[in-house]
């Protein structure tokens, strides 16, 4: 069973900046791709941001130059830098973590969600 513990959404002005992190810890061979995704209200979950292990990183388009995710992989956990805040940044940002069990079979995992929000 694996746990991710998210930290670090909040209240923030526009133009502001706030970092995420997730720890992944529990039972494991090892962790796949680690990174973010959000869903803001009437809206589907869409991909934020996500990194592997080699650190090959991939965005979203509405985040690209502005949001900057990284992992530590002695720690197990992923950060995401968000610069440069908008409005509509607003949302429940989910971490999302791959992981080998110890058969090796890939299990995906989701934190409890944090809520970013970006208003005045």
């Known amino acids: 069973q694996v746990q991710l513990l998210e930290s670090g959404g909040g209240l923030v002005q526009p133009g502001g900046s706030l970092r995420l992190s997730c720890a992944a810890s529990?039972?494991?061979?090892?962790?796949?791709?680690m990174g973010w995704y959000r869903q803001a209200p009437g809206k589907q979950r869409e991909m934020v941001a996500m990194?592997?292990?080699?650190?090959?990183?991939r965005y979203g388009n509405a985040v690209k130059g502005r949001f900057t995710i990284l992992r530590d992989n002695a720690k197990n956990t992923v950060y995401l830098q968000m610069n440069n805040l908008k409005p509509e940044d607003t949302a429940v940002y989910y971490c999302?973590?791959?992981?080998?069990?110890?058969?090796?079979?890939?299990?995906?995992?989701w934190g409890q969600g944090t809520q970013v929000t970006v208003a005045l």
């Open positions: 529990g039972i494991f061979s090892s962790v796949d791709e």
């Open positions: 999302n973590v791959g992981v080998r069990d110890l058969s090796f079979k890939f299990i995906e995992n």
């Open positions: 990194i592997t292990r080699g650190d090959n990183a």
